[in-house]
């Protein structure tokens, strides 16, 4: 039993990474019905700003109080990575918005190769490792086993990955709920020609859109370079095809559907790993998605596709 909590806590902790990426994949595709292949090494990209500017801050100025440290590096990295969403939707997506739908998708796999070969090139292929910042944590119960005692620990590293993911998640639902941009983004889903009529700032509203889906990939890049210590110009394709992945599980659109699917992902990854084999993790992960697909198309929480007349 011990061990099944610990395994739980785990997955909830991965999943938390895995939602805030496909939050990220829902937001874009639900305005425009494009898939943004390239979100996932944006990921990787805050991942690589996070660990250079804390190694700048640490190692060059001598900052050592760590709080005010990782507020810096979160700051800096979702700063760097909104310039690179943005810039990636007006020179890159904008200009094919209106041709055939294949035009974006090929242009987002470009651009994602673009961003990992580059990081390869700048950084190298070795991962870049970065020593544990936060340790310690609380013992929830311990148990006996025939092979000795167990404990069930939540780190204090995993407390600040599902608290961020959980502040985060509601703060996004109430700004799409509540404010004139959510309205904005809402109307954009629905009609975009209607919307502009109506005095919606089409542009804009979209450009923000990969604004907000770019800085949660940093916040999650920099929760993954804290949780697991390394990085590499590799992550991103990996991380965001389970981010993908859990965006399609929970309905693609649907910004609790991606939350959930991520936390899904999360635990039937590390539920896995635990019970059989790791080698596998991703073949059950995959196959849950297809099993979920072909008795409910549009998702866990998507809305089904109406035909339009």
Not at 190 to 214: C, E, H, P, Y
Not at 272 to 300: N, Q
Request: with cysteine; charged share 10%; glycine share 12%.
């Amino acid at each position: 039993m011990e061990y099944l909590i610990q395994q739980l806590i785990n997955g909830l902790t991965l999943g938390s990474i895995y939602g805030l990426i496909a939050i990220g994949y829902t937001m874009v595709y639900g305005i425009i019905g494009m898939i943004n292949f390239a979100h996932g090494d944006v990921f990787m990209v805050g991942s690589f700003i996070a660990l250079a500017v804390f190694l700048i801050l640490t190692s060059i100025f001598g900052f050592a109080f760590l709080p005010l440290v990782l507020l810096i590096v979160l700051i800096v990295s979702m700063l760097f990575t909104s310039a690179w969403g943005w810039t990636v939707e007006r020179l890159a997506y904008r200009p094919l918005r209106g041709s055939f739908r294949l035009a974006p998708l090929i242009t987002a796999i470009g651009m994602s190769i673009v961003l990992q070969n580059f990081v390869q090139v700048t950084q190298g292929a070795r991962v870049k490792p970065l020593p544990p910042q936060i340790s310690g944590g609380i013992t929830l119960m311990e148990g006996s086993t025939e092979a000795g005692t167990i404990a069930v620990q939540l780190s204090y590293m995993q407390m600040i990955i599902i608290g961020v993911t959980f502040l985060l998640m509601v703060g996004f639902s109430l700004l799409i709920a509540k404010t004139p941009l959510g309205r904005a983004q809402r109307s954009c889903e629905q009609d975009q020609k209607m919307a502009a009529l109506l005095g919606v700032n089409v542009d804009r509203t979209i450009s923000l859109t990969f604004v907000m889906g770019a800085a949660l990939a940093a916040v999650a890049g920099m929760m993954f370079l804290l949780l697991y210590g390394v990085v590499d110009f590799y992550i991103g394709f990996l991380a965001g095809v389970k981010a993908f992945t859990a965006a399609v599980l929970g309905g693609i659109g649907s910004l609790p559907g991606a939350m959930l699917g991520g936390l899904l992902i999360g635990l039937i990854e590390t539920l896995w790993s635990g019970y059989f084999t790791v080698e596998y993790k991703d073949v059950a992960a995959f196959s849950i998605l297809a099993i979920v697909l072909i008795f409910m198309p549009s998702g866990l929480l998507g809305k089904p596709e109406v035909e339009k007349v």
